[in-house]
Structure formats: C-alpha cells, structure tokens
C-alpha cells in the first residue's frame, strides 16, 4: 500500500506522478520555468518526480531509492 501511496501527489492526489523521462518536451519546458523550486539545479531537477496536474515537484532522496 505504501508504494501505491506514494505514487499519488500529496498535494493535489493525482493518480501518477512523473519522472522527468516520462514528461513530454512541452511539460519539459514548463517545469524548467517553474519558478517553486530554485534550490535544485536542472540537473538534480530530472532525478525528482512530476505531477502534470498540478506541477508539484517531489524530492527523492536517495535512501528512497534502494
């Protein structure tokens, strides 16, 4: 259940949140303007995770990732 859960947006609850692979070249160019998040660089940007709904973006650490 925990997977399934974290798989949703916590802000809004979208079905699916996206890694930056899975956004089009469009949403590509709406998150690199996305003025919310200024302490990443794009770089560190495209390990995190996307919602197209609502645009929040979430931080994976990468103990999280194992």
Excluded: D
């Amino acid at each position: 259940m925990k997977n399934f859960q974290e798989k949703n947006c916590p802000q809004c609850g979208a079905p699916k949140l996206k890694t930056w692979k899975e956004l089009t070249n469009e949403q590509k160019f709406l998150v690199e303007r996305l003025p919310l998040n200024t302490e990443f660089t794009l770089e560190e940007r495209k390990k995190h995770l996307f919602c197209e709904r609502c645009w929040n973006e979430i931080y994976i650490q990468e103990s999280e990732n194992c």
